[in-house]
């Protein structure tokens, strides 16, 4: 006799506030008061990263119950996509407005891991916002895409502070979703979704029709 499903419960959880109260709503730029927007999120089961308007990231430490702040030098401009990964070491890509990705590699308690924050910067390619980002599972390989396109591979080395980032893809359409495993990155933009196997730099097309 076939087991009966279990009924699906949908559960209410209250809002974080140990975490939103961490956050200011309004902060002073000169005479002005200007409000501030969450624009992006990401978890996993170390911290939840929180991207703003005003360009700053706040990481909340899920162990500890403890808020940092990270953010870009130079102009304020809106967080558009963060993306968190957990490997040998604590790592958060940032994506924002203008096309700027940043890595940030963070501080660890624990032993023979990193103990002094490094940022390592996407430089000067894409030139519009940022609206997806991916990790490999070692995170050596980060893949970022933009509004306009836009796909590019950038590998790190994280013991020798280096990031070096190039061009790999440019669609028609936005990208809206990127995701990557074992040498095949996933990408979905809004007229199609494509299978881009890296090392042969061949591009497959999932389904025959675009998207409407």
Known sequence: MASVASPIIFKEFCPLYYLLNAIPTKVQKGFRSIVVYLTALDTNGDYIAVG???????LYCRHLNQMKKYNFEGKCESITFVKLLSCFDDLVAVGTASGRVA???LVSSLPGR??????FDVAGIHKSSITALAWSPNGMKLFSGDDKGKIVYSALDLDQGICNSSLVLEEPSSIVQL???QKVLLVSTLQRTLLFYTE???VKQVGTQPRK
């Open 52 to 58: 703003s308007s005003i360009g700053m990231l706040y």
């Open 179 to 181: 995701d990557y495993n």
């Open 200 to 202: 042969e730099k061949a």
């Open 103 to 105: 890595v940030f590699q």
């Open 114 to 119: 990193n103990k002094q924050l490094r940022r």
